[in-house]
Nanobody
Framework: QVQLVESGGGLVQAGESLRLSCAASGRTFSNSVMKWFRQPPGKEREFVAQVTWNGGDTYYARSVKGRFTISRDVAENMVYLQMNSLTPEDTAVYYC???????????WGQGTTVTVSS
């Protein structure tokens, strides 16, 4: 059973940084694509960034490119989202997501809340 647990959210001021973590467990994540999504208040969930488990290839939403960095630690089964230069528009619940031909899915974590004040 796949389990994803996010942490690291909180309240920060505009311009500050946060690092989100996603602890992945339960199955092998080889050949997985790990993603971060977010859901701003009153809006739909949207894609933020992704990283391939094996090669570490990354892809970002245009709104966060250049400010956010996704990474993974294969040995620790962790996925991170470093968020810099945060703005109030980044306020959302952030979710970790995993999919692979072996895992199936997508699988979701419970989310962690990021609030950016102006």
């Amino acid at each position: 059973q796949v389990q994803l647990v996010e942490s690291g959210g909180g309240l920060v001021q505009a311009g500050e940084s946060l690092r989100l973590s996603c602890a992945a467990s339960g199955r092998t994540f080889s050949n997985s694509v790990m993603k971060w999504f977010r859901q701003p208040p009153g809006k739909e969930r949207e894609f933020v960034a992704q990283v391939t488990w094996n090669g570490g290839d990354t892809y970002y939403a245009r709104s966060v490119k250049g400010r956010f960095t996704i990474s993974r630690d294969v040995a620790e089964n962790m996925v991170y989202l470093q968020m810099n230069s945060l703005t109030p528009e980044d306020t959302a619940v952030y979710y970790c997501n995993a999919w692979s031909p072996i895992l199936g899915g997508p699988h979701w974590g419970q989310g962690t809340t990021v609030t950016v004040s102006s």
